[in-house]
């Protein structure tokens, strides 16, 4: 089946350290997303990409960055990782112009 | 700012009713509309997309657009334990046809 993956699954680190997570989909989408979710605070868009070339700042990207190896693979990078970026975080897919998404399973990342 | 507003609830409705979950956006501009159900500790799943006035219906889903209201709503007719979760509306606009995602409605379906 044609899927969004996201790796780690859960990653517990501490306050400075540099985390890296991943995204890979066989979707064959254009369009990728990195999202996280807060309680209470729904999903806000971190960064999105349309192609290899084009990548743009979403609502709160400060403190994050991101690289599109390829059509397939989106990566998220905490440089110094902080505990308010304690969260769940979703890949998302799209393609088309009713940009639909598609959400991979999401990493649970603790800061502490 | 794009805002997107739900009842946060929770909704409690007996199993066989008809749940009903608002939600209204403030961009005036707004292409696509999205009901999107997430079970606890999981991932959104996509189940409706509308994008013109008026009703789409998917099984026991029914999405409802009003643009000049500026409201888009879901119906689930016959509500099933299974049912129970959070339901996320996302407005999708702009050139870059962003999706702006509301806080979700917990809905609780009582056997």
């Known amino acids: 089946d044609a899927d969004v993956t996201q790796t780690p699954r859960n990653r517990i680190t501490k306050t400075g350290k540099r985390i890296m997570l991943e995204c890979s989909q066989t979707k064959g989408h254009d369009r990728m997303y990195w999202y996280r979710q807060d309680p209470g605070l729904g999903l806000r868009l971190i960064y999105y990409?349309?192609?290899?070339?084009?990548?743009n700042k979403g609502e709160i990207s400060d403190g994050y960055s991101v690289s599109r190896q390829a059509q397939a693979k989106f990566s998220l990078s905490l440089e110094s990782a902080i505990p308010n970026q304690t969260a769940l975080y979703f890949c998302?897919?799209?393609?088309?112009?009713?940009?639909?998404?598609?959400f991979g399973p999401g990493t649970r990342l603790t800061v502490l | 700012q794009k805002e997107v507003e739900q009842n946060s609830g929770p909704l409690s409705v007996p199993e066989g009713a008809i749940a009903s979950l608002n939600c209204t956006y403030s961009d005036r501009g707004s292409q696509s509309f999205f009901w999107y159900r997430q079970y606890s500790g999981k991932s959104p799943e996509l189940i409706m997309s509308?994008?013109?006035?008026g009703d789409k219906e998917d099984g026991r889903f029914t999405a409802q657009l009003n643009k000049a209201s500026q409201y888009v709503s879901l119906l689930i007719r016959d509500s099933q334990p299974s049912d129970s979760a959070t339901y996320l509306c996302?407005?999708?606009?702009?050139?870059?046809?962003?999706?702006?995602f509301g806080s979700g409605t917990q809905l609780t379906v009582l056997p």
């Open positions: 509308i994008y013109s006035n």
């Open positions: 990409s349309f192609d290899v070339k084009d990548i």
């Open positions: 998302a897919t799209s393609h088309g112009s009713y940009n639909e998404q598609f």
């Open positions: 996302a407005v999708s606009s702009g050139s870059a046809r962003q999706l702006t």
